[in-house]
């Protein structure tokens, strides 16, 4: 299985920006279809965005549409979420998966996880 390990979590406040990394280690990232799913305090994780192995197709929660942005570069074995327009709601620990989905929203469909990068978006 692939090694995931997110960075670039922080505190930010409302209305701010953040881009989260994952690097993936071994040679066969680009195989991989990799989401970012998160959770909040008290909360079950929930998906938030996915992205095909080569990247021409993505997905998102509703919640997030227009403001998160999902993307990969092969070359790499990095995918990256762009995360403009922060709210407090967005506060949670971000992960990082990977794996052959049938459904890009099912957390149970990625096989692979990294440890969580954490975001924090102040009032």
């Known amino acids: 299985q692939v090694q995931l390990v997110e960075s670039g979590g922080g505190l930010v406040q409302a209305g701010g920006s953040l881009r989260l990394s994952c690097s993936a280690s071994?040679?066969?990232?680009?195989?991989?279809?990799m989401g970012w799913f998160r959770q909040a305090p008290g909360k079950e994780r929930e998906f938030v965005a996915a992205i095909t192995w080569g990247g021409s197709s993505a997905y998102y929660t509703d919640s997030v549409k227009g403001r998160f942005t999902i993307s990969r570069d092969n070359t790499k074995n990095t995918v990256y979420l762009q995360m403009n327009s922060l709210k407090p709601e967005d506060t949670a620990v971000y992960y990082c998966?990977?794996?052959?989905?049938?459904?890009?929203?099912?957390?149970?469909?990625?096989?692979?996880w990294g440890q969580g990068t954490q975001v924090t978006v102040s009032s």
């Open positions: 998966a990977a794996g052959w989905p049938g459904d890009f929203r099912s957390e149970t469909d990625f096989a692979s």
């Open positions: 071994g040679p066969t990232f680009s195989r991989y279809a």
